[in-house]
């Protein structure tokens, strides 16, 4: 399933090689260059405009993540082991992720690292390895005795997992890591796999965000997309959740899969807002290598993908924003609406895109510890076989500069739609203003950004195609980084 943490963290990426970038058309490598301080600032070199992009063609242009992954290294691994030995930050927020790679039926358009063949007794070992992982960084002075500020469940399918499974795991999680005073515990579902007695479980182990991977509510294109589950699941799941008073409930959905009309995204966008979900996340449909929709086409050389194109996708999530906001929704990052701002939070996402640690278990997870980012090895065989040696799973890292840092945060947050200046002068001191003044110019003069005293602010037209424009905020060496 397709999953607001893949889409922020890409957790379990099935070639954890594979960069969230935009890349450029003919796939050109830059050279490192170094930098004297952090005010360098380098002529843009934007790969692609949005407004030269009409088809979809294969690749991802989602970012999420800052350096790109393929400038993570096995040679870099031991800075994680150094930090690990240090003492624990005074105030920095630690949260808990783990990577649930199971499902009932992988989707066409996935290229993340699930299965779907394992059984019971599979699934169990798994859990025991995951556990043990915990309890490696437990005993790690970096992280020994600290309680996170949030959890999330990602996968895969984290909910094909049995009450009983459930259960287990979570009490042996907290264990480790006491979530009693987590402002959030998210956990992501298919609809097809709770049913209320899963659903009350889930809620006496102490999930409070739950959110489901609908996609769409027409049947048809659940089928042509290789949804495992259909609409009568989706509102059964959302009329238990919704009886069963979550915290908070999110559904997704993806705007331009493959057979989609404008009719049957209307329908689509009033049936969900008919649900009052607390919240509602929106994504442009792409289509990633080593997909089935990707070999497909690869089959009969193919080059545009059967999907809608992007203008076409921006014009459907606009209209769907409009729509939402009719009806009491605020708009509150590139890809979510939200029912109530006030009440309303997503601690996962806004902490980790302010620097949070996070801790990441599970195979072909990835995580980050004092500014060095690490990803485990991606493949199950591997990643159990270096639990049962005792050692940490970890297969490549990259300990990033405070100007890496600074970057990172910036084209992270301004999917809010907004930053305040003010905040990276205080953590930074540079201003972004003054750091990319071409690139900033350059959007505010298309109309796309605005300058508003303390505050960057990106126009509804920006915030629709914000990823387009994120490479131009990257270091140099880092703007055409291959998919590799």
């Not at 360098?40 to 009409?54: A, G, M, S």
């Not at 914000?466 to 055409?480: A, E, Y």
């Amino acid at each position: 399933m397709v999953s607001e943490n893949e889409r922020l963290s890409t957790q379990g990426e099935a070639f954890p090689s594979v960069d969230r970038i935009l890349m450029s058309s003919t796939e050109k490598t830059s050279s490192p260059q170094s930098h004297q301080h952090l005010g360098v600032i380098e002529k843009l070199q934007v790969p692609l405009k949005p407004d030269t992009i009409e088809q979809t063609e294969v690749g991802n242009y989602f970012v999420a993540n800052y350096p790109p992954f393929s400038f993570w290294k096995e040679e870099h691994v031991g800075a994680v082991f150094d930090r690990l030995a240090s003492p624990p930050p005074p105030s920095t927020p630690l949260g808990v992720y783990f990577h649930i790679p199971f499902c009932r039926k992988r989707c066409h358009f996935c290229y993340f690292r699930v299965y779907t063949d394992k059984n019971a007794a599979q699934i169990n070992a798994y859990l025991d390895e995951g556990i043990r992982e915990y309890e490696l960084y437990a005993r790690s002075p970096y992280l020994a005795g600290r309680k996170p500020q949030f959890v999330y469940f990602g996968g895969g399918t984290p909910s094909y997992l049995s009450i009983e499974q459930l259960q287990s795991l979570t009490s042996r999680m907290k264990a480790c890591f006491p979530w009693d005073e987590a402002e959030e515990v998210a956990f992501e579902a298919e609809p097809g796999t709770l049913t209320e007695k899963k659903l009350e479980a889930l809620r006496e182990v102490g999930v409070t965000r739950l959110s489901l991977g609908i996609e769409s509510f027409d049947d048809h294109l659940l089928e042509v997309n290789g949804r495992a589950h259909r609409s009568k699941e989706a509102f059964r799941a959302i009329s238990f959740a919704q009886t069963l008073g979550f915290d908070q409930l999110n559904i997704d959905l993806i705007a331009g899969m493959m057979d989609e009309t404008p009719e049957n995204w209307e329908r689509t966008v009033h049936t969900a807002i008919e649900q009052n979900p607390d919240c509602v996340t929106i994504y442009q449909m792409e289509i990633p290598y080593n997909t089935t929709i990707y070999r497909e086409m690869k089959d009969v050389g193919q080059v545009s993908a059967p999907v809608a194109d992007w203008p076409t996708k921006r014009a459907w999530v606009s209209w769907a924003f409009s729509e939402f906001e009719k009806a009491g929704y605020t708009v509150n990052s590139a890809y979510t609406v939200v029912k109530n701002p006030e009440k309303t939070r997503f601690v996962y996402r806004d902490s980790l895109w302010a620097g949070a640690d996070l801790l990441s278990a599970g195979v072909a997870s990835f995580g980050h510890f004092g500014g060095i980012h690490y990803q485990n090895l991606a493949d199950l065989g591997p990643y159990i076989m270096e639990m049962n040696r005792g050692a940490y799973p970890i297969s490549r890292a990259y300990p990033t500069t405070e100007e890496e840092r600074f970057v990172r945060e910036f084209v992270l947050q301004i999917k809010l739609g907004y930053i305040s200046r003010q905040y990276f002068i205080n953590k930074y001191k540079l201003d972004p203003v003054e750091r990319f003044p071409d690139h900033l110019n350059d959007l505010i003069h298309r109309g796309f950004f605005s300058i508003d005293g303390d505050l960057i602010r990106v126009s509804r037209e920006g915030l629709l195609q914000i990823d387009w424009f994120l490479p131009g905020f990257f270091l140099p060496q880092h703007r055409n980084a291959r998919y590799t």
